[in-house]
């Protein structure tokens, strides 16, 4: 069974410039969740998605957005990039959340540098 | 909201002694705990979960941690460290909807020959 995948691997941007980053749950997941982590800050839970809706965000500004399609993939946008935007952001997906235990299974991230 | 601290950013430690890792969270209400491992460039892997049941909980590679609900700490240990267990670790908490989970600054693990 394929694990979580995330493109691309690592992404070079300027400031002011829009990132978009993509993740693919593992089959059968309709839940996917986006963290942040930033140097010396750990990891900080940005967005959860699961069956195509927002349903709970961290505590980031509106410029952080995504979504997610009718195949459970998901995309990260964030827009206005600024320099402490930089991070390494991981994606998870798992069963669907909200009710009991359903385990997140991390992907490989994508590193963000903003110059 | 829960929150989680992790008391120490570094461990070093010498191969085959044993480690702890200390971490306390925090929550008005019940919750899951969890520690994962991130391996130099590679994504979080679950090491082990406390979800109900017995406070003694046993993970993978030898790893075990016990829930203190009094302490409200869940610290985890290894009797014997290993050169590959070189990596940073993470203590986690969520709310029982578990979509919400919060995750400590992380101790990074370093075992030397």
């Known amino acids: 069974e394929a694990g979580v995948t995330q493109s691309p691997t690592h992404l070079i941007k300027t400031r002011g410039q829009q990132a978009t980053l993509r993740c693919s749950p593992i089959s059968g997941h309709t839940s996917v969740y986006w963290y942040q982590q930033a140097l010396g800050l750990g990891l900080q839970f940005l967005l959860w998605y699961d069956e195509g809706e927002e349903r709970n965000r961290g505590n980031f500004p509106p410029r952080f957005s995504g979504r997610q399609f009718p195949n459970y993939s998901s995309e990260l946008n964030v827009n206005a990039l600024e320099l402490e935007d930089s991070a390494l952001y991981l994606c998870?997906?798992?069963?669907?959340?909200?009710?009991?235990?359903?385990?997140?299974?991390f992907g490989p991230g994508t590193r963000l540098t903003v110059l | 909201a829960q929150s989680v601290t992790q008391l120490d950013s570094q461990v070093p430690v010498f191969e085959e002694a044993p480690v702890e890792l200390r971490c306390n969270y925090s929550?008005?209400?019940?919750?899951?705990l969890f520690w994962y491992v991130q391996y130099p460039n590679q994504g979080l892997q679950l090491l082990l979960k406390y979800l109900s049941g017995s406070t003694l909980v046993k993970g993978i590679n030898g790893f075990e941690a016990e829930f203190n609900k009094s302490q409200t700490s869940f610290h985890l240990r290894k009797p014997s460290v290993h050169i590959s267990d070189t990596a940073e670790y993470f203590c986690?908490?969520?709310?029982?909807?578990?979509?919400?989970?919060?995750f400590g600054a992380g101790t990074r693990l370093t075992v030397k020959p």
């Open positions: 986690a908490v969520s709310g029982l909807n578990n979509n919400d989970m919060r």
């Open positions: 929550s008005s209400v019940s919750v899951y």
């Open positions: 998870a997906s798992s069963r669907r959340g909200g009710s009991s235990y359903n385990e997140q299974f």
